[in-house]
């Protein structure tokens, strides 16, 4: 994927640095382009070490206006100053950046940054609806503290924002008009109204599966335990703790699906008769534990039941186990990793079981897995 990053004159150009390391890490092949006033800002050698090439921000050489932007997939404009979005509502090209900008073949985003008084003024909002109007994708700005120390819209999205907002368009939509439902997380199981049982489960694998279908343009319910992730944009979220509630979250919503990833770790069990005061210590305690209910055995024995995926994370024999959680659950796919490989990480790697046989997906981020295993479904469902 090759994105242009133009960067412009405002306080916020700080931030780029991060975007442009997300973008790297997304594989991305990044041109850097400054206008005059961002390297007052940032020095380009900031942005030339981060994206492994030289930094362009002089119009007069040769034809880089026109060159920079072929076969590019995007421009991202972040941070956008006031200035340079009056540029783009009018067509200038009287800098190298907006020259790119006015002889681009591709779509163009932008994330403005600047004080809300600049912001809310009528010839901001004017120069926003033509830009808009010309087909110009909008990211942000946010609401907030200002460098100003004003307070008010003008904030630049975070960076980690704008970048899952990007590839999320970049990405083919093959799943559009699908609906996915997802599990993510743990259960957390009461035993007093101070204390739980629970388990280590992150939410980072099924976090990135929500945000994998999404950007191949499924939409997605997201039913999550507590876990301390900002949920995917763009999925409905419907937040839960126990087991019982993670159940009943997902039967009210099944039939809507097509596919059901159940990637929670649901807590096999519950204690039978959770205090409603808290528990004074007294010598030793003994809890009675009665299993919860298997949601995704449920789902997958339901009559039409969606496409089912389900996951085991397995301390030993990982592929005997996970075959015999696939048949004994009758689910369509199943992948199966090593708790020590897996858990809490950013990373993964997976033994994914399917009917007619399996396949390893090599050590990599859990966004590249799910990205994965959301084009092994569409396979499935016959969608690629
Ligand atoms: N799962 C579920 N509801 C449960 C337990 C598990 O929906 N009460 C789902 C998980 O989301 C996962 C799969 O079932 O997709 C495997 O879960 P796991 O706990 O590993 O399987 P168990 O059948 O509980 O087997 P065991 O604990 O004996 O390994």
């Known amino acids: 994927m090759k994105i242009i990053l133009?960067?412009?004159?405002?306080?916020?150009?700080y931030k780029a640095a991060e975007l442009l390391r997300l973008l790297r890490g997304?594989?991305?092949?990044?041109?850097?382009?400054?206008?005059?006033?961002?390297?007052?800002f940032v020095a380009p050698l900031t942005f030339e070490a981060l994206s492994g090439k030289p930094v362009h921000s002089d119009q007069w050489q040769g034809m880089a206006h026109i060159?920079?932007?072929?076969?590019?997939?995007?421009?991202?404009i972040a941070p956008a100053t006031a200035d340079f979005i009056s540029k783009i509502a009018y067509g200038r090209a009287d800098d190298l950046l907006s020259a790119l900008c006015?002889?681009?073949?591709?779509?163009?985003?932008?994330?403005?940054a600047m004080n809300r008084m600049m912001w809310e003024n009528p010839a901001t909002r004017r120069n926003m609806r033509l830009a808009k109007a010309d087909g110009v994708i909008l990211h942000g700005p946010d609401d907030g503290i200002q460098a100003c120390g004003e307070s008010g819209p003008g904030r630049m999205m975070e960076p980690v924002e704008i970048a899952e907002r990007l590839f999320s368009f970049l990405a083919p939509k093959y799943l559009n008009g699908k609906k996915f439902l997802i599990t993510a997380g743990p259960t957390v199981e009461a035993i007093d109204p101070v204390r739980a049982i629970t388990n280590f489960s992150s939410g980072k694998m099924g976090y990135a599966l929500a945000r994998a279908a999404i950007d191949a343009g499924a939409s997605v319910i997201l039913v999550s335990g507590p876990t301390a992730l900002r949920p995917p944009s763009g999925a409905e979220f419907i937040p839960v703790v126990s087991a019982i509630e993670m159940r009943e979250a997902v039967m009210a919503r099944i039939r809507e699906a097509d596919v059901f990833a159940s990637v929670a770790a649901v807590a096999d069990y519950r204690v039978a008769n959770a205090s409603g005061i808290k528990i004074k210590k007294e010598g030793s305690l003994t809890l009675e534990l009665v299993p919860n209910p298997d949601i995704l055995a449920e789902v997958a024995n339901l009559e039409n039941a969606p496409f089912c995926l389900g996951f085991?994370?397995?301390?030993?024999?990982?592929?005997?186990h996970a075959e015999e959680k696939m048949l004994r659950k009758k689910v369509d796919m199943l992948a199966a990793n090593l708790v020590e490989d897996a858990m809490g990480l950013d990373t993964n790697e997976i033994v994914l079981l399917t009917p007619v046989g399996r396949r390893i997906l090599a050590r990599t981020s859990?966004?590249?897995?799910?990205?994965?295993l959301v084009r092994e479904i569409a396979n499935e469902l016959d969608l690629r």
């Open 6 to 13: 133009g960067i412009t004159g405002g306080i916020a150009a």
């Open 26 to 40: 997304r594989d991305a092949d990044v041109e850097v382009v400054m206008t005059e006033a961002a390297t007052r």
């Open 67 to 76: 060159d920079l932007s072929r076969g590019a997939d995007a421009i991202l």
């Open 102 to 112: 006015l002889a681009r073949e591709c779509p163009l985003h932008i994330a403005p």
């Open 312 to 320: 085991a994370a397995e301390t030993d024999h990982l592929v005997e």
């Open 366 to 372: 859990k966004q590249e897995i799910a990205a994965e």
